[in-house]
């Protein structure tokens, strides 16, 4: 059973940086892209950023692009995100998510943390 186990996220002020990570197991990762989402209240989810387990290629939301850097550990299965001059408005919940091949969608979500960014 996949399990996917976020962290690092808290509170910080404008400007600042954090970084959050996703644990993952219960199977072999390669082939598959992970993708970092977001959600804020009263919004719907969105994208956020994605990495090719194998390949290592990236994609992000326009939003975060030269902000957000996401990155991976093959061996300790764990993806990062590295978030940069962070804004109000990227407080969230952050999920990450796992897809599978030939799946279209993501099928496995972590439970989430929260960023907090004061202005």
């Known amino acids: 059973q996949v399990q996917l186990v976020e962290s690092g996220g808290g509170l910080v002020q404008a400007g600042g940086s954090l970084r959050l990570s996703c644990a993952a197991s219960?199977?072999?990762?390669?082939?598959?892209?992970m993708g970092w989402f977001r959600r804020a209240p009263g919004n719907e989810r969105e994208f956020v950023a994605a990495?090719?387990?194998?390949?290592?290629?990236?994609s992000y939301a326009d939003s975060v692009k030269g902000r957000f850097t996401i990155s991976r550990d093959n061996a300790k299965n764990t993806v990062y995100l590295q978030m940069n001059s962070l804004k109000p408005e990227d407080a969230a919940v952050y999920y990450c998510?796992?897809?599978?091949?030939?799946?279209?969608?993501?099928?496995?979500w972590g439970q989430g943390t929260q960023v907090t960014v004061s202005s």
């Open positions: 219960g199977r072999t990762f390669s082939s598959t892209t």
């Open positions: 998510a796992v897809r599978v091949p030939p799946a279209s969608k993501y099928s496995y």
């Open positions: 990495i090719n387990w194998t390949y290592g290629s990236t």
